[in-house]
C-alpha cells in the first residue's frame, strides 16, 4: 500500500479533460440526488401513508438528518476555497520524475530527436483551503503550496485572488496563504479534542478539479501516528470519500465547525479507498497562529532518544502495565541531560500530561515554548521521583545534538557462544578499532553482536548482527569477560535487559533467557 497526497498535478492536458476514466459522470453525479428524491417521494406516496405511526417517524427522522447535514454545508462551504498554483520547473529537474520519462533526456534520444521539451515550462497543480480569518489568511497543506511560485485561490461566489505565502511547517504538513479581499466568508475552527471515533464528519474540496465535492462518513481513529507523513504526527482517520485535490480542504463535525485538514489517503491506486487522514485543528492551529504571528515554527527541545515499552521490556525493567516512554539515550549537555535524567529513565507523565507513546511525548515536546520550565515524573530503578526540565529550542541537527557528548571506546578476536550467549542465540566477539571506524562506533565501549540466529529468543527479539551491546541489565559492558560475567548472573526464564547500539541509533531491547 501506499500514501498518496492530495494535490493533483497537471502538465499538459486542460482540465476539462482530466476527468479519471473510472468514474461514471452520470452515476457518480445522481446516487445522493436519486436517494433523498427517493425519500422525498416515499414521504408522501400511499405506501408511506399507510405505514404504521413509527415507521412514518423513522422516514421523517432520515429526512431531518439528510436536511440537517445539507443545513451544516450550507453555512461553511462559503468559507472553502479552490487553490490552483503554479511553477517554474527545468528540464533537468524534471530527470527522472512521473510526468517526464527519463527517456526524454537521454544523450542517444537527443542527439536523434532533438529536444523533447522546452528548458522550462509550467507544472500546475490544485488543491483546497479553508478561510480563516476575516484578514484573508487560508489554512491549507503545505505541499500543496510550499514551493509554488504563483498561488491563485477561488472562491466558490466566483472571486478570484492572488495569493501569498505567509508561511510553511513540513514537519507538519501545514501552509498558511493570504489575499486581500472584503466581505470574505470565514470558516469556524472547532476543537479537534472532543471528537469522538464513530463521530459523523463531512469532508469539502475539490477532488480532481471537481470544485466544491461533498463527502461524509465518520472518524475511523484519532491519534495516528508512525504513518511515515510528517515528523510530527496526530492523525484523524476518517472514511469520508477523500481524493487528489482536497489537500488542504476542512474535515467539517456536525456542529458546523473545521475539526481537520485533510491531507493524504492510504491506497493502493492512488484512489479513495477508505482510508484518509486529517491534520488536527488543534494542532493546526498552533501551527497557523506560529506562522501568522512570525513566519515560522520553534518547537521545543528535550534533547533524549526514545522508544515505546513493550510488556517484556516492561517485566524486564520491574514495571506494572506498559504506561511511559523508555529513555534509550540522552545527550550530556542537552535540557534532558542537565535536569538529571538518564538512561533508562522511564518517562511517566511530561507537564503533568500521562505518556502512553513515543510519538505522543515528542508531540507534548515540539508544542512547549522554548524557555518554559516543565515538571516530569519518572521511574528509576522502581524508584519514582520528580525532576523539572528547561525546554530549550530545537536545533538544527538534534541527532548531532544528543550524540554529541557521548564518549566511548573499542578491541576485536572471535569467542564461540556457550552458556546463556548460545541459548539467547548470539555470538559476540570485542571490537578492534578498525571495526570501530568501519561501522561508527569510535569511542563506545561494548561487544559486537557477531551472528545472530533468526530462529533464536535474540533474533525474535529484533537483535541484529552488527549492533553493539553496552548494557546487559543496566550494568556497562566494556569486554567479552565483563559481558559473559553479567550475562552468568541472569536468572534463566526471565527476560534480560540489553541497551544496544545499531548505527547511530540506541534502544533497549528485552530478551527472554531460556530456562
Known amino acids: 500500500m501506499m500514501f498518496h497526497r492530495f494535490q493533483k498535478t497537471i502538465t499538459s492536458l486542460p482540465l476539462a479533460v482530466q476527468f479519471p476514466r473510472s468514474i461514471k459522470p452520470v452515476s457518480f453525479m445522481m446516487t445522493s440526488a436519486a436517494v433523498l428524491a427517493g425519500l422525498m417521494i416515499l414521504a408522501g406516496s400511499p405506501w408511506v401513508t399507510s405505514l404504521a405511526a413509527g415507521e412514518k417517524e423513522d422516514i421523517e427522522i432520515l429526512m431531518r438528518a439528510s436536511k440537517a447535514r445539507a443545513a451544516i454545508v450550507k453555512r461553511i462551504r462559503p468559507a472553502v476555497v479552490h487553490i490552483s498554483v503554479e511553477k517554474t520547473v527545468s528540464h533537468q529537474q524534471q530527470q527522472g520524475s512521473q510526468e517526464t520519462p527519463e527517456f526524454f533526456n537521454d544523450e542517444f534520444f537527443r542527439k536523434f530527436f532533438g529536444p523533447r521539451l522546452p528548458e522550462e515550462f509550467k507544472q500546475k497543480g490544485l488543491g483546497s483551503g479553508s478561510i480563516v480569518d476575516k484578514r484573508g489568511y487560508i489554512l491549507t497543506n503545505n ?20 495569493a501569498k505565502l505567509v508561511g510553511a511547517d513540513p514537519a507538519t504538513d501545514l501552509a498558511v496563504i493570504q489575499i486581500k479581499g472584503k466581505d470574505l466568508p470565514i470558516a469556524k475552527l472547532g476543537n479537534s479534542d472532543q471528537l469522538e471515533v464513530g463521530e459523523s464528519v463531512i469532508a469539502i474540496g475539490n477532488p480532481f478539479g471537481l470544485e466544491q465535492t461533498i463527502t461524509a462518513g465518520i472518524v475511523s481513529a484519532k491519534g495516528r501516528s508512525q ?14 470519500s477523500i481524493n487528489p485535490g482536497n489537500s488542504g480542504g476542512p474535515l467539517v463535525g456536525l456542529e458546523g465547525s473545521v475539526v481537520g485538514v485533510n491531507t493524504a489517503i492510504f491506497s493502493r491506486t492512488g484512489g479513495n479507498q477508505g482510508i484518509g487522514f486529517a491534520i488536527p485543528i488543534n494542532m493546526a492551529r498552533e501551527i497557523m497562529d506560529a506562522l501568522i504571528k512570525t513566519g515560522k515554527v520553534t518547537r521545543g527541545f528535550l534533547g533524549v532518544v526514545i522508544q515505546n515499552l513493550t510488556p517484556e521490556l ?22 534532558a541531560g542537565k535536569a538529571g535524567i538518564r538512561q533508562g529513565d522511564v518517562l511517566m507523565t511530561f507537564n503533568k500530561q500521562p505518556l502512553k507513546s513515543s510519538n505522543e511525548l515528542r508531540n507534548i515536546v515540539a508544542g512547549i515554548r522554548p524557555g518554559t520550565k516543565v515538571p516530569v515524573d519518572l521511574v528509576r530503578e522502581g524508584k519514582e521521583m520528580t525532576v523539572t526540565v528547561m525546554i530549550e529550542a530545537q536545533p538544527e541537527d538534534m541527532r548531532a545534538a544528543i550524540a554529541g557528548e557521548e564518549k566511548e571506546r573499542e578491541t576485536v578476536q572471535k569467542d564461540k557462544p556457550s552458556g546463556p550467549e548460545k541459548a539467547l542465540g548470539i555470538m559476540v566477539r570485542p571490537l578492534t578499532q578498525e571495526i570501530a571506524q568501519q561501522l561508527g562506533y569510535e569511542g563506545l565501549d561494548g561487544v559486537l553482536v557477531a551472528s545472530v540466529d533468526p530462529s533464536s529468543p535474540a533474533g525474535e527479539a529484533g537483535l541484529r548482527e552488527g549492533s553493539l551491546i553496552v548494557q546487559v541489565n543496566r550494568n556497562p559492558v566494556k569486554n567479552i569477560q565483563g559481558f559473559k560475567r553479567v550475562l552468568a548472573r541472569a536468572p534463566r526464564g526471565k527476560h534480560i535487559l540489553f541497551l544496544v547500539r545499531a548505527g547511530r541509533a540506541t534502544e533497549f531491547v528485552a530478551i527472554k533467557l531460556p530456562k
Open 143 to 162: 505541499h500543496v503550496v510550499g514551493e509554488a511560485d504563483k498561488i491563485t485561490v477561488k472562491l466558490p461566489d466566483g472571486r478570484e485572488f492572488p
Open 227 to 240: 504513518v511515515g507523513l510528517t515528523d510530527y504526527e496526530d492523525f484523524i482517520q476518517t472514511d469520508a
Open 314 to 335: 516492561s517485566q524486564a525493567m520491574g514495571l506494572k502495565g506498559n504506561n511511559g516512554v523508555l529513555i534509550a539515550n540522552v545527550g550530556t549537555n542537552t535540557p
